[in-house]
């Protein structure tokens, strides 16, 4: 009569199981059967705390030379029972009070997408478990992919990890981290122009390149050193890029923070700030891509869209918390009448 496999196997389907079903649920609001008093982000911080642990247990418990069996049985059962579908209903939880809000989402999905790699890299460590306990079944020395087993085991960790600083962050922090990201493709774009200026200085092609090589998009256009009139309309450029670095980081020091000064709690504001924000960065790669083409007709009109949106952007962090004059108030109201040409802009 054949042997029962071992209660591992049954618990590892399940297991299995659950994080395949896992992964579709989580761009489904919560039902409202499940809504509860919990605060989705304190429920995704202790779920995400909670695998950490259970994991490190578990792993501890695969230690060769002898794997602790129930120890492996036991810990597999508590991520599945707890902490897993903990994980899951605070996402879910984040997109229906998105959805009851009439928000975006920002913070939801940014919850989504790192949840969803934890998914993954849990189902990618039962994997490794699974093959080396049946090397172990098999007379292996417990040894078998014990590297695996680690190296997958630190994914799971570095998961969980950033989901418990996302549940620290908010939609303020992860939309201020966003701005951060687009404030340094401004920067780079800056630097490329610069390199450019450069080249032109020097008399040299101005970035033209060989003529066999590949576009790489930032290629320039007729060889020579800039005339006047261009080198005023480069200089325009220049400012207004320094310009966009300038409010970038005036809204993500005084308007993307926690505490009284910032906009916290304002999430339907600060997700508009986001979406503003990520609409310059691409004017800015086209106007800097024009420049160096020499296309001053076109860079006249990019000028002119750049300085539509970092009006819009500056108008929409110019009131404080609660639509309120604060004492940084002036300083956007400036920073927009300078882009429109009627005063001068100031340093934060």
């Known amino acids: 009569m054949a042997s029962s496999p071992p209660a591992y196997t049954t618990t590892l389907k399940t297991f299995h199981t659950l994080l395949s079903t896992s992964l579709p649920a989580l761009s489904t609001p919560a039902p409202q059967s499940t ?56 996402v879910q939880l984040l997109h229906a009070d998105a959805k009851e809000r009439g928000l975006k989402g920002v913070l939801a999905k940014e919850v989504q997408r790192e949840v969803g790699k934890l998914v993954e890299a849990l189902g990618e460590l039962g994997g490794e478990i699974e093959a080396g306990l049946k090397a172990y079944e098999e007379g292996g020395k417990g040894e078998e992919g014990r590297g695996m087993q680690l190296q997958k085991t630190g994914r799971v960790w570095e998961g969980c990890d950033r989901l418990v600083g996302l549940a620290q962050k908010g939609v303020v922090g992860v939309v201020g981290d966003a701005v951060k990201r687009q404030a340094d493709l401004v920067k ?52 207004r890029l320094r310009s966009t670095v300038i409010i970038f980081f005036a809204v993500g020091k005084r308007r993307l923070v926690k505490g009284s000064e910032g906009l916290e709690g304002e999430d339907k504001r600060i997700e508009e700030l986001g979406e503003m924000a990520a609409k310059i960065s691409p004017v800015v790669d086209d106007l800097v891509g024009l420049t160096t083409e020499r296309e001053w007709e076109e860079v006249g009109d990019e000028l002119g869209k750049l300085d539509d949106v970092l009006i819009k952007f500056a108008e929409l962090a110019e009131l404080g918390r609660d639509g309120k004059e604060d004492k940084f108030s002036e300083w956007f109201r400036k920073f927009r009448d300078a882009v429109k040409g009627s005063g001068p802009e100031s340093s934060t």
Request: net charge negative; glycine share 8%.
């Open 35 to 90: 809504l509860t008093t919990v605060p989705p982000l304190s429920l995704l911080s202790d779920a995400a705390s909670l695998t950490k642990a259970h994991t490190t247990r578990l792993i501890l418990s695969l230690k060769p030379p002898s794997p602790l069996l129930e120890g492996i049985e036991k810990f597999l059962l508590s991520l599945i029972s707890e902490p897993i579908p903990s994980l899951v209903l605070s």
């Open 188 to 239: 780079d774009a800056e630097e490329e122009l610069k390199g450019w200026i450069v080249e032109c200085s020097a008399d040299s092609a101005c970035g033209s390149g060989d003529e066999d090589e590949e576009d790489d998009g930032w290629g320039g256009g007729e060889e020579g050193e800039l005339e006047e009139d261009e080198k005023k309309t480069v200089e325009r450029v220049q400012k």
